[in-house]
């Protein structure tokens, strides 16, 4: 405020921001004197006026129309409208109050005649604005960037009330401010960038390298795995798919454990605080992005001398907006696949509580690997995996061929999606394994099942499919 009058502007703001001003030790108008009224309705309006708009909307070749007419013109518009979206996602019941409308005119009428007016979206613009006014004039170029930030928030600001009002609709519409900067797309020639939709999955607490393209990606399927499996999980991915998962003590351990080829170079999420002990086993591991809900003073630490490492903490609250892909020029929008109630049947043979809970765990693997996608754990261990083979009985061999010294009795396969043959349960039983757990929905479930019964196997079939494309 003082730094717009001693650069001759007249301040006029709504009775609060006016007495704020005023009791700062500057001088403000009130908003009143613009619109020759008064605010009403319990202040929810206060700018809404012909000759506030006009004030604002005026060219300068209008300035005589305005002056017969009694109306003052308007050169910069500051407003910081009502955080909607901040509330939104805070869970608040009554989002009415909370919907801007006067502010957001305000900011859209002026940045619409952003020639004359001087269109202003909260504290960050308003340093670039001053930083133009020490040198001079604020330039018509950088007020066509701040209006067009402008109708990029409110188009934003628009989709989150639609959302919010209703549960989707037929218009899709979607916004979000710059992110990070990228240092390149999924290959080095290819340009990238990133935006935030609402509140990110991670936060960037050290950076080592620029984070990729691909960084993000692959630190996003480990950080969801791990929230699904729950608090003390560990996951590690490699090419978007988990090559190591695993959860109880020492988690992070036995997720290297998993595929400790595949895991080098890889992303590592983790579900908890990461201590010191953690940081000093994974001092000499070569990691391209760790995630985790914090780490300890010490933890950061030492992770902080591998230079090249990207250190991220991990945000819970992270299905604000829905899955959502492009395919060409369409856009795929569809729910989160994190239903939690498991339900499960017994279709050959018997298993136990820990068995079931081994059954939830691979679930919930299979779930973040890429189809036809199959899981062998054991003990809240994923032992090995495979995915994106256009098979299934070749992603069974795989699977398998990479669990070989591990597999025991209690070892269970877990399925992404129904046996169209019993080619690969004989697969299966020929190599040792004696729990399969699997999605049913082919035409010949009644000969995998007579199979599973007659091989010995204990089959559990689970209610729903986990496909991943």
């Known amino acids: 405020a003082k730094f717009l009058i001693s650069n001759g502007y007249k301040l006029f703001a709504t009775t609060g921001t006016m007495n704020y001003i005023n009791g700062h030790g500057s001088e403000c108008s009130s908003v009143d004197e613009l619109t020759g009224g008064n605010e009403m309705l319990g202040g929810r309006v206060k700018t809404l006026s012909r000759e506030l708009m006009a004030g604002i909307l005026a060219k300068r070749r209008e300035d005589e129309e305005l002056k017969n007419a009694g109306i003052t013109p308007i050169d910069l518009v500051y407003v910081e409208p009502y955080d909607f979206l901040g509330n939104f996602l805070a869970g608040e019941n009554d989002m009415t109050e909370f919907i801007d409308i006067g502010g957001i005119t305000l900011l859209r009428a002026a940045a619409k005649n952003f020639q004359r007016v001087i269109p202003v979206l909260g504290v960050t613009e308003m340093n670039l604005v001053m930083k133009e006014m020490k040198n001079g004039d604020v330039p018509v170029a950088l007020r066509k960037e701040l209006a067009s930030f402008i109708f990029e928030f409110t188009s934003m600001y628009d989709y989150a009330i639609s959302q919010w009002l209703g549960d989707g609709g037929r218009i899709f519409s979607l916004g979000g401010s710059e992110f990070v900067k990228l240092r390149y797309g999924e290959n080095p020639h290819q340009m990238a960038r990133s935006f935030n939709l609402y509140r990110p999955f991670f936060e960037m607490l050290r950076e080592g390298k620029e984070i990729s393209f691909n960084n993000i990606i692959d630190a996003w399927t480990a950080w969801e795995l791990v929230t699904r499996l729950g608090n003390g999980a560990a996951s590690i991915v490699k090419h978007a798919s988990p090559c190591g998962a695993a959860t109880g003590h020492e988690s992070i351990e036995k997720a290297f454990e998993s595929d400790p080829v595949s895991a080098y170079g890889g992303i590592l999420a983790y579900n908890s605080i990461l201590t010191e002990a953690d940081a000093k086993f994974l001092k000499n591991k070569f990691l391209e992005v760790v995630i985790a809900g914090g780490y300890s003073p010490d933890a950061f630490k030492i992770l902080d001398q591998k230079k090249n490492l990207r250190i991220l903490k991990g945000n819970y609250e992270i299905y604000s907006v829905p899955d959502i892909r492009t395919a060409g020029n369409v856009i795929l929008e569809q729910e ?134």
Request: hydrophobic content about 40%; some cysteine; glycine content about 8%.
């Open 336 to 469: 989160w696949n994190r239903k939690s109630d498991l339900k499960i049947e017994e279709r050959a043979g018997r298993t136990n509580e820990e068995i079931k809970a081994d059954i939830v765990f691979g679930w919930e693997v299979v779930k973040s690997i890429k189809s036809n996608s199959i899981a062998i754990v054991r003990d809240g261990w994923m032992i090995s995996s495979c995915g994106g083979q256009p098979n299934r009985v070749d992603s069974v061999k795989i699977a398998i061929e990479r669990a070989k010294g591990r597999i025991s009795d209690r070892a269970v396969l877990i399925s992404d999606g129904f046996f169209p043959f019993v080619d690969s349960l004989q697969y299966i039983h020929e190599n040792g394994i004696k729990i399969v757990a699997a999605p049913m929905g082919s035409i010949r479930d009644e000969e995998v099942i007579e199979y599973a019964k007659g091989s010995g196997l204990v089959f559990v079939e689970v209610k729903e499919r986990a496909f991943r494309h």
